[in-house]
């Protein structure tokens, strides 16, 4: 098992920045891949970005060039940088591992943190 908990949410105004943390632990020599996925009131939840342990990065493109996801082997802990923000990038965040594949598709994660809140005023 692989237990995933994300900090570092909160309000900002649009244009702002903040970065999202999550800190893995357990069986955590299992996991491939990890990602971010968010899930705004209504909708249902998508793939933000992704990482591999080898590096390679995979992002949607609503985020492409404003947001950064980075992993930190040694401390087991996977991060987002999102700078620019905008008000539809409010949305509870998750952070999720996958030991498989990776992708963008939350049906291909099993493991999932309990979700943060990002607020995106205009």
């Known amino acids: 098992q692989v237990q995933l908990s994300e900090s570092g949410g909160g309000s900002v105004q649009a244009g702002g920045s903040l970065r999202l943390s999550c800190a893995a632990s357990?069986?955590?020599?299992?996991?491939?891949?990890m990602g971010w996925f968010r899930q705004a009131p209504g909708k249902e939840r998508e793939g933000v970005a992704t990482?591999?342990?080898?590096?390679?990065?995979s992002y949607a493109d609503s985020v492409k060039g404003r947001f950064t996801i980075s992993l930190d082997k040694s401390e087991n802990t996977l991060y987002l940088q999102m700078n620019n923000l905008k008000p539809e990038d409010t949305a509870t965040y998750y952070c999720?591992?996958?030991?498989?594949?990776?992708?963008?598709?939350?049906?291909?994660?099993?493991?999932w943190g309990q979700g943060i809140q990002v607020t995106v005023s205009s």
């Open positions: 990482i591999v342990r080898g590096g390679t990065t």
């Open positions: 999720g591992a996958a030991r498989f594949t990776c992708s963008r598709r939350p049906a291909d994660f099993p493991y």
């Open positions: 357990g069986y955590t020599t299992s996991v491939y891949c």
